[in-house]
């Protein structure tokens, strides 16, 4: 790989969404540059990916919390090439969020050199636009500064 190859997402018109009535909340959030997570109504268990019902409790009912966009890395994989894009570099991640205990989110870090990703490393979301109008949350080192 060459020297200071950042890792990237997807282009935009690579990816696609589908909603359903547990995830939707999620996707008009982030077209609106929120990052939301689905908090059970009855117990307070956060649950990432969305689910239509609670995983400790059962409950359907769901508070959509606001979380601050700040995440740390849980796990990551550095990938070379995708169909149809021999030269993209992607770095999907698992991601802890501190707003959202027990939850996890899948995402892509950009804007950095891949071997650069650690396990802890602190991002902050970032929301690019992918096909049909939608907003994607990616993430990216926290600036220090």
Known sequence: MGANMKAQALPADHVRITTDTSTEP???AAKQ????APK????GTFRLPPT???PECQSTEVDWTELSGRATVFSFSVVHGFPGLPDITLVPVILDLPDAPGARLVSNV???EP???EIGMELEVLFSPISDGWLLPL???VARG
């Open 52 to 54: 239509p019902f609670c």
């Open 139 to 141: 993430f990216r080192p």
């Open 26 to 28: 999620f996707w008009q």
């Open 40 to 43: 059970c109504a009855a117990c």
């Open 33 to 36: 540059e929120r990052l939301v």
């Open 115 to 117: 071997e650069k990703v």
């Open 110 to 112: 950009i804007d950095v």
